[in-house]
């Protein structure tokens, strides 16, 4: 008995020292980026239709597609016109929705260096974090004095920062907008006497980040817009061949319809990659 046990101890003593002899792998865990609706939220907010949802979106897209998609079908007479031009329709509201937030966001760029002296000008003045936010609804930039009035009037309302600044960084959804609000959080918590200094060091990172893209963006938009002409051209010449009935007769066929979904994905592919290669680098939100 004793003998069994000894082997036994035996046995186990050499079975930990054979398991030590293989370390354990580290298992890490993968950071979650924000989704797509989260992404598809965001520029809906940058584009400036606060009342605008991802459902309503979705059906204006369907609406849209559907009813470029029967113009172009009456029109043409060829069903995989038509497919082509719902697709093409449906995909125009989520365009002008990127656009207009594209754009806004380049506008904005301009002004964040603005917003971020005013408050330190307020605080180097004496000025408490929440006057400082809510003076810049009468004196801040013209494009962001609704979402500060909103919080000011929240402030006024609650008396709660954090859940103020929460609200406006909802409001906002820009990454300049989330370093700015977590900066003047941490300063509201901590205190300390190096927030102006923070906030200069800001303020002149983001006029030169501004800068050095307004240079890239202007020597890259010749390359643009020849591209998109590129893109356009041969879908242009067929709209043209559709008032033409016996020109578009070949695409009744179904080789017709082959070379329509063969052209339709060659063009859309090109103009992606495109469009990746040529992209600036967004900054991101990591701050939400």
């Known amino acids: 008995m004793s003998g069994a046990l000894v082997g036994l101890i035996l046995g186990l003593g050499l079975f930990c020292v054979w398991w030590s002899c293989w370390p354990r792998t580290e298992q890490t865990v993968e950071s979650t980026g924000p989704s797509y609706a989260d992404r598809l939220t965001d520029e809906i907010v940058q584009a400036g239709m606060p009342a605008l949802t991802i459902p309503r979106l979705v059906m204006a897209c369907a609406a849209t597609g559907l009813v470029v998609g029967v113009l172009a079908l009456g029109i043409s007479g060829v069903l995989a016109i038509g497919v082509v031009g719902a697709l093409a329709g449906g995909y125009l509201p989520l365009g002008v929705v990127r656009s207009r937030a594209r754009r806004r966001r380049h506008a904005l760029r301009d002004v964040w260096p603005d917003v971020v002296d005013h408050i330190a000008s307020a605080v180097r003045a004496g000025l408490a974090l929440p006057e400082s936010l809510s003076q810049l609804a ?151």
Request: with cysteine.
């Open 138 to 288: 009468i004196r801040g930039p013209e494009e962001l004095r609704p979402a500060f009035a909103d919080f000011a009037q929240d402030y006024r309302a609650t008396g709660r920062f954090h859940e103020c600044l929460d609200a406006l960084k909802v409001r906002l959804s820009d990454p300049v907008a989330d370093r700015l609000i977590e900066s003047l959080r941490i300063a509201r918590e901590v205190g300390g006497t190096d927030l102006g200094r923070l906030l200069r060091t800001l303020s002149s990172f983001l006029r030169e980040d501004a800068r050095t893209r307004a240079e890239l963006e202007a020597r890259q938009s010749w390359t643009v817009n020849a591209a998109r002409l590129a893109l356009a051209a041969p879908w242009i010449v067929l709209l043209m061949l559709a008032t033409r009935g016996s020109s578009l007769d070949a695409y009744r066929e179904p080789a017709g319809v082959v070379v329509l979904i063969f052209g339709g994905t060659v063009s859309f592919a090109a103009y992606a990659i495109m469009r990746r290669i040529g992209r600036l680098p967004e900054e991101v939100r990591v701050l939400r």
